[in-house]
């Protein structure tokens, strides 16, 4: 029992170190004017899009006996915010760890330090510090985690809509999780959990079509109020216009993004073909647990699983923050996995089994995976991150030509 | 089935190194060389046979034959090579000592060539580092590692080692008594060792001396030199990343302590006490921390593929350190060094730099 404990102390230890470092290494300790300018949305002016944010900054300066609305506040807003973030990961990830089986526990903390190698650098860096898509992960973590324990379980419909008001966004971005769960659960069965799952799309459409479509109805008059707060909250006075314009007014930005779809077509293909190591034996997972499902429930279940993130899709068409959308579907299939082990379902567990190498080279593999992680992030929006940003500028250059530096 | 099974696993695992290799390589190349880098190309053996010059005289030759632009796009194009060379020679010596590990069956060979792979693949790529001496002291070094696993040409081993001191007086302790440790495994070849002893010291004896004539240069032995803020921020930085090191430290150590070799042992342990004061407070930190880090993992490695009894306390180790579960091996500290490369020059890296910054901000230093 002593030696368990142990060992779970260690792995905490190792979680805490490599986060340390990789958050220390990454903050720059300053707030980009976006994730400022959004402090600025609440719900003073109505029910509008992505204010359930705003509306907590604001509501917490009414609380707290000091004036936050400035920037150097917002920065330590964010970093205690992001802190607290990582907390919530590091419970969880101790959650599967503590719920799976002895024999794949090994595995559940290579899961664990793996997410952390995406999250930790994502979140920390300049350009993601503070991102509304942090607090949609938070959402959507505390509804897997209801689902895990079995305990307040009816509060995935709250939590699913909270990720909407932070951020309409989260419908495709990371309500999957929740839902994906559910529907595994349903169909493991359960017949409650069918209710959950329709309860909690519905309540998240219903907000998504409302922000979509009738929240802008008072843009022109809350625009100068709007407009005041968010140079209060942002170094030196500089908002970011174009977020108040699309959420405020619902201007359509479409069309300045022209280029960044091009950017888009070069480094989606680049990340792609770098990651095969990553996605190959994930792919290869999937395909056998769906041929060992033995009833109809269970392909379903599995299939739901696999295709999750797909939801993402339409995202992947339509708009450009490639770096964000790849970065939630990593998280999607991460939780998924951790998922699995701590619900110990045999056969998804003993299919892991078969895809992982063998012998000393199933740990250097997920060596591996880390290593490639830390090459890869920290993921930003437009462009994916660094490594591709460098592809597609050299690509563009001597090949597309789509765009000048 | 197998062996097809088992070439199918190895071949995966460098291809995973290689992309590895790729990737890093990708993500942090600088594209420049920086002035500091730039001015030991501009010493050469004209004036006479001064210390650092052969770089300078060997890329200044090749610009003869073949001129790419001028004299700097000659240098940016042979430094490129060089770094290609490097990861090149890198990838191969790791190779090697995967076969050599094989034959004699040790399983932890993998993981031990994963250790130093992190450490030898992130470093020549920055800015700061590319087009380095360095660089070349660790082809040399690399190319001569390669020949004694080969076992053939090993007479060309005191010859690199000369053409080493050329490139950088410095590779006399920040590379040589590696090598010498590596040299003498063998009994056989004693008198290699001899004579990679005996020719670097007197290569280095001499363009000391021709220096001193010549020009005026740095005192390579010359410790403590600077002084002011930048000493302290070395000293911090030094300290700390030792600090950081620790788990790997205390690995290495009990890794090592079984040998009974104590000439070795000194001259190793005289070497890390050089890198670390001379170039880790004087001149560089970054790269002194990549020498420590190299030293120890080659040392690691060595002893691994070399004995019987190295191969055991690995595994021990790795037992005891890691957090192993369910009596199995986990190797995250193996990984662990590249949480804080690639190193950079005048500081060791951007977390320790950050770290220092934050501490020196809180305390209102």
């Given amino acids: ?405 | 089935m197998d062996i097809k099974e088992s070439k199918k696993k190895e071949l995966l695992f460098f291809l995973c190194i290689i992309a590895f290799g790729f990737l890093y390589d990708w993500k942090w190349f600088g594209s420049r060389i920086s002035e500091e880098n730039l001015a030991y190309y501009t010493i050469n053996y004209k004036a006479g046979f001064c210390p650092g010059g052969f770089m300078g005289t060997f890329i200044g030759a090749l610009h003869r034959i073949h001129p790419l632009g001028d004299y700097m796009m000659s240098v940016y194009f042979w430094a490129k090579v060089g770094l290609f060379l490097y990861l090149f020679l890198g990838i191969l010596f790791l190779w090697m000592v995967y076969q050599k590990g094989k034959e004699k069956g040790y399983k932890d060979v993998p993981a031990a060539i994963l250790g130093m792979c992190v450490v030898l693949i992130p470093m020549f790529q920055l800015e700061s580092n590319f087009g380095s001496m360095d660089m070349y002291l660790m082809i040399v070094t690399l190319l001569s590692f390669i020949l004694l696993l080969w076992e053939r040409f090993e007479w060309l081993v005191p010859l690199l080692a000369v053409i080493g001191v050329c490139i950088h007086p410095a590779f006399i302790y920040r590379l040589l008594p590696l090598l010498c440790y590596f040299i003498l495994q063998k009994k056989d070849r004693f008198k290699i060792g001899v004579a990679t002893v005996v020719g670097s010291v007197a290569v280095f004896i001499v363009s000391q001396i021709k220096a001193s004539v010549l020009m005026e240069h740095r005192d390579y032995f010359y410790l403590f030199c600077l002084d002011g803020n930048d000493q302290k921020l070395r000293i911090i930085n030094m300290v700390l990343f030792v600090f950081f090191m620790l788990p790997l430290i205390s690995m290495g150590c009990s890794i090592l302590k079984r040998k009974n070799e104590k000439v070795f042992r000194f001259l190793i342990c005289a070497s890390v006490v050089l890198v670390f004061f001379d170039v880790g407070l004087k001149n560089n930190p970054g790269l002194a921390a990549y020498y420590l880090l190299v030293q120890g993992s080659f040392l690691v490695l060595m002893e691994v593929i070399l004995t019987e009894e190295g191969a055991f306390s690995f595994r021990k180790s790795m037992k005891l350190h890691a957090w192993a579960l369910e009596g199995k091996q986990n190797y995250f500290w193996l990984i662990y060094p590249l949480l804080f490369m690639p190193f950079k020059t005048h500081s060791i890296c951007i977390f320790l730099d950050k770290l220092i910054r934050l501490f020196t901000g809180a305390l209102g230093v």
């Avoid at chain 1, 170190?17 to 109505?46: C, D, E, P, Q, R």
């Fill in chain 1, 1 to 405: 029992m002593n030696q368990e404990k142990k060992r779970q102390q260690q792995f905490i230890f190792a979680t805490l170190l490599l986060t340390g470092i990789l958050f220390v290494a990454n903050y720059a300790g300053v707030v980009n004017k976006y994730n400022a300018t959004i402090l600025s949305l609440n719900y003073n002016y109505g029910f509008i899009c992505r204010g359930l944010i705003g509306t907590l900054y604001h509501g917490l300066d009414v609380i707290l006996p000091m004036d936050l609305l400035n920037y150097n506040m917002v920065i330590r807003f964010y970093f205690v915010t992001t802190l607290l973030f990582f907390a919530l990961m590091l419970y969880f990830g101790v959650s599967c760890y503590k719920d799976s089986t002895a024999e794949s526990r090994n595995r559940v903390v290579f899961l664990v330090l793996l997410l952390f190698c995406v999250i930790a650098p994502s979140f920390s860096a300049e350009y993601n510090f503070g991102r509304i898509d942090m607090f949609m992960i938070i959402c959507s973590i505390l509804g897997v985690l209801c689902i895990l324990k079995r305990k307040l379980e009816f509060l995935v419909v709250p939590l699913g809509m909270a990720g909407v008001m932070f951020h309409e966004g989260y419908v495709l971005m990371y309500l999957n999780i929740i839902l994906v769960l559910l529907f595994y659960r349903w169909m493991s069965g359960e017949k409650k959990y069918a209710f959950l799952f329709g309860a909690t799309l519905l309540g998240a459409s219903v907000l998504f079509l409302y922000f979509h479509f009738f929240s802008f109805s008072e843009g022109e008059d809350i625009l100068r109020e709007v407009t005041l707060n968010a140079r209060r909250l942002c170094d030196k006075g500089t908002y970011h216009i174009s977020l108040v314009q699309a959420e405020i007014l619902g201007v359509d930005l479409g069309e300045t993004e022209v280029i960044y779809h091009l950017r888009n077509l070069i480094e989606f293909p680049c990340f792609v073909i770098f990651t095969i190591p990553l996605w190959f034996p994930l792919v290869r997972f999937f395909i056998k647990l769906l041929k060992r499902g033995r009833t109809i429930q269970d392909k379903l279940k599995y299939l739901a699983l696999a295709v999750g993130s797909f939801t993402l899709l339409p995202d992947f068409l339509f708009k450009v923050d490639y770096g964000r959308w790849i970065l939630a579907m990593i998280v999607y299939y991460i939780v998924v996995l951790l998922f699995i082990h701590g619900q110990k379902d045999e056969l998804a567990l003993k299919c892991l089994n078969e895809v992982e190498p063998k012998g000393s080279y199933r740990y250097l593999y997920w060596i591996f995976a880390m290593g490639y992680m830390l090459c890869l992030t920290p993921f930003a929006d437009v462009s994916i991150d660094i490594l591709m940003g460098r592809t597609s500028g050299i690509l563009n250059k001597y090949i597309f030509h789509f765009w000048i530096e």
